[in-house]
């Protein structure tokens, strides 16, 4: 899991000497740090799940707190790495609780946290 606000300065620091390489969705080299993209090393491949960037996109908006509040009612399903970026409060399930913290942390109110 990657905090909305990780750089990749923070992951150089985590990976510390060791190369990486970030990979968009379509496995094309980026410096987009987005759920649905991977951190490409020698020796492994990590698929990055940003909490909060349930669409995708790299950043955390009012869209990713109207999707994951259509998920929480049902009316749209978040499948995968997207529905674990969704998972923001403490709760292991989505809920409207999840959209709420995604929109206040898109109008700078709140952090998330792991």
């Known amino acids: 899991m990657i905090l909305p606000n990780q750089t990749e300065k923070d992951l150089t620091s985590y990976f510390k000497s060791e190369e990486f390489t970030i990979l968009d969705s379509n496995d094309k080299e980026t410096e987009i740090i987005a ?38 009612m049902e009316t749209e399903k978040l499948e995968g790495i997207y529905l674990e ?12 609780s999840n959209a709420l913290q995604i929109l206040k942390y898109s109008m700078g ?3 998330i946290e792991l």
Do not use: C, M, P, R
């Not at 960037?53 to 998920?71: P, R």
């Open 109 to 111: 109110l709140v952090q």
């Open 35 to 72: 759920t649905g993209g991977k951190i490409k090393t020698k020796a492994k491949t990590y698929d990055i799940i940003k909490l909060g960037d349930v669409n995708g996109d790299g950043k955390i908006k009012a869209n990713d707190a109207l999707a994951t509040l259509k998920h929480s």
């Open 85 to 96: 970026a969704a998972k923001v409060t403490s709760s292991d399930s989505v809920k409207a």
